[in-house]
């Protein structure tokens, strides 16, 4: 029975790795195709011109099953299991239809001319296209503004969207924000965009608000844990003098512990020292030590 378990388990295991090889090798799209860029770029030389043509007013447009069949040998009138290298089993269910890609939420409200950016080569903005394995998801805003600033481009949010102010906030900041905007300003650089001077902006609330961890138990269980996992994060608002100022003057809570002296490493200072010994040196010494374990053999265990 055990035998039997172990070939299932190394069969799945096969299943899975071809499975994600096969997914890596040609990304599926919520479109109905399955296309990589990578392999027709690199592999069949293929360029942008090739698939997409420019309309009248000067805009790309999507590959259409025309283009396809300049390069592949395509029987519209019957369709055979070929026509699953390119289009998903969703898509032959319903006649190989290919449904129009919309726009990323983050492109929802753009305003974008390929005409205007006609003399910019398309890999300026389509960066790395040639490593896609799917349809491309466009060039993000970073790239778009490090160009308008280098080639006196326009910097206002209305020349390129739609919604978008900055007096205006976006959804994401209603509801519970304020709560989550520190966690949610880790993942994402876009807060610069409009918040230009983003460390003075934190400042102004951060430097006369405390956090809402900083509650009463904070000074007596909490903080050093912290400080001890992240001190570049006690450091936005508190510098080194700070925490010496109140330890110089007022022991740790552990101090007070009835074995905190106690020579057995696991029940007092001697762990604490061992776990982080620069925390000690915040307040002590390394030859302070010395003064009681010089002469004292310490049993090994």
């Given at each position: ?162 919604e ?29 965009y ?36 992240d001190?570049?994060?006690?450091a ?40 982080n ?17 010089k ?6 265990k």
């Amino acid at each position: 029975m055990c035998k039997q378990k172990q070939k299932l388990f190394w069969a799945g295991l096969v299943v899975m790795v071809l499975g994600a090889f096969l997914l890596g090798a040609c990304k599926d799209s919520s479109v109905g195709l399955k296309f990589s860029h990578r392999f027709h770029i690199e592999e069949q030389e293929a360029t942008c011109d090739d698939c997409h043509k420019t309309d009248d007013d000067g805009n790309r447009l999507a590959a259409t099953m025309e283009q396809c069949q300049e390069c592949h040998d395509i029987n519209t009138d019957e369709p055979s299991e070929e026509c699953l290298v390119c289009h998903t089993p969703q898509s032959a269910e319903k006649d190989y239809e290919i449904e129009k890609p919309e726009k990323p939420g983050r492109y929802a409200d753009l305003i974008f001319s390929h005409e205007v950016h006609a003399d910019f080569k398309c890999a300026e903005c389509h960066q790395a296209i040639e490593k896609e394995k799917g349809l491309s998801n466009g060039p993000k805003m970073p790239l778009c503004l490090k160009c308008h600033k280098e080639q006196d481009g326009p910097l206002d949010c209305e020349s390129c969207h739609e919604e978008i102010r900055l007096e205006k906030e976006p959804e994401s900041h209603h509801k519970d924000w304020e709560a989550q905007h520190g966690f949610a300003s880790k993942l994402d650089t876009s807060c610069s965009y409009c918040h230009t001077n983003r460390q003075a902006f934190c400042e102004k609330c951060h430097r006369t608000q405390k956090p809402k961890d900083h509650i009463f138990s904070w000074k007596t269980t909490g903080h050093g844990v912290e400080a001890t996992h992240d001190r570049r994060l006690c450091a936005n608002c508190h510098d080194a003098g700070y925490c010496i100022d109140c330890h110089k003057r007022q022991k740790p809570v552990s101090h007070y512990r009835g074995d905190w002296m106690s020579y057995q490493r696991e029940n007092g200072h001697g762990e604490a020292a061992h776990r982080n010994f620069r925390s000690c040196n915040v307040c002590h010494e390394t030859g302070e030590c010395m003064k009681c374990h010089k002469g004292i053999v310490l049993r090994k265990k």
